[in-house]
């Protein structure tokens, strides 16, 4: 393990004394993996199929025994701390806040901050029939590199490294991508009902892996709240400038809430939730007396209303054979929610603004131009796409 695990025990979100690692969590992980590799090939009815004669079914095993041997099972140690004269958690270092948000803690609940587990090592062991050898790699494969153990793994907690199946070199790795996708012969396309590889990865050089964890993550944070980039600039570091994005608007639109300190900013939409397409569910808090309670936004997908959407990004290091650290950035190619449900506002009310070329077209929108003269962040008006283009020019570069 390259980044601390949080969680993957019996007890959701609780690190396992006694076995970190458990074989039934690593078979969900490389089921998820087969479908995003060999899986992308079948259509949605042959790949149930397909999935229940190598993963199993209710009815029959699995054809694929895994064993788990550990070799080190690492140290177990809070990630933050809650200092006795502050209301906020201090996270230890280059450990990201941004990503670990749900393990701070809370000393208003006397909840104390999670712990989490590093320098964790194991060996797999599989045993499967030969016929079925080319997708037990693949799954392996991608799991290792893009793939971890825990939870927040596409936040880059738990993340995994091999040495013999990771690139050889930082220059290498986009041969390293391309030979593999041929060599197990997965299919790349632009969408399927469910998460599969994409054609590109995004990566920038770094010094060590929980340093490029850190970076990594902590650019994800600027562009959605970094100032003068996903937020206007604040009178101080106690006082933050206000969003950008257009989901506080449309929030106190619809709940007809507002506290008189923040007056319509008229440019900003206020009928759209584009960062929807970052994950799901969202949950929105104000901090001012008068603005909205909280809520909570969750995805709709053919007229059902559904828990979750997984995030389609993935932000983590990645390690060389020869010791190199890279920062990576996967965009899965995904569907997105075809509108989405603002829950605990009057009437739940539904929207179907999440990707729209407006949303990159007022002024300071994080979708719009970084500079004058500048090419727009995304003309459709994705933020997905935008995130990648910030990423571009923060020194990432895309290998295909």
Not at 95 to 105: D, K, S, T, V
Not at 130 to 140: K, P, R, T, Y
Not at 382 to 391: C, N
């Amino acid at each position: 393990m390259i980044t601390p695990i949080f969680g993957g025990g019996v007890v959701a979100g609780v690190n396992d004394p006694i076995t970190p690692i458990r074989p039934s969590s690593i078979r969900g992980h490389l089921r998820f993996w087969w479908r995003a590799t060999r899986g992308a090939s079948f259509g949605t009815a042959e790949l149930l199929k397909q999935e229940g004669e190598i993963w199993g079914t209710m009815e029959e095993p699995s054809k694929v025994a895994l064993r788990v041997e550990l070799k080190s099972s690492g140290k177990e140690y809070p990630c933050a701390h809650l200092p006795e004269d502050k209301n906020f958690p201090r996270f230890e270092r280059n450990h990201p806040p941004y990503a670990l948000f749900p393990f701070q803690g809370s000393k208003r609940e006397r909840i104390p901050p999670a712990k989490c587990r590093s320098d964790v090592c194991f060996e797999l062991k599989l045993n499967f029939p030969q016929s079925i050898s080319e997708d037990i790699e693949a799954a392996v494969w991608a799991w290792s590199n893009f793939g971890g153990i825990g939870a927040r793994t596409r936040r880059g907690c738990g993340a995994l490294y091999c040495r013999e199946l990771s690139p050889t070199s930082a220059s290498g790795i986009g041969t390293w991508y391309r030979s593999s996708l041929k060599g197990f012969r997965i299919i790349v396309l632009k969408s399927r009902d469910w998460p599969i590889l994409p054609d590109s990865l995004l990566v920038r050089r770094s010094s060590d892996a929980m340093q490029a964890w850190s970076e990594v993550v902590g650019l994800m944070q600027t562009f959605r709240q970094g100032q003068n980039v996903g937020r206007n600039p604040g009178k101080s570091s106690n006082r933050p400038g206000r969003s950008r994005w257009p989901e506080p608007e449309t929030i106190r639109r619809a709940t007809s809430r507002r506290d008189s300190k923040n007056s319509r900013m008229m440019l900003i939409p206020d009928d759209a939730f584009p960062k929807a397409e970052f994950g799901l569910p969202i949950v929105f808090h104000f901090k001012d007396y008068g603005d909205p309670e909280d809520t909570e936004l969750y995805p709709v997908v053919n007229g059902e209303e559904r828990t979750r959407m997984a995030s389609p990004l993935i932000l983590r290091p990645i390690f060389c054979q020869n010791g190199e650290v890279l920062q990576m950035v996967i965009r899965l190619n995904a569907f997105a929610p075809d509108e989405v449900v603002l829950e605990k506002a009057p009437g739940s009310p539904t929207f179907i603004k999440i990707r729209d070329p407006m949303l990159s077209r007022y002024p300071n929108s994080p979708l719009s131009e970084p500079k004058e003269g500048a090419p727009v962040r995304s003309s459709s008006g994705s933020a997905i796409e935008g995130f990648v283009a910030f990423a571009v020019e923060n020194g990432f570069v895309e290998v295909v």
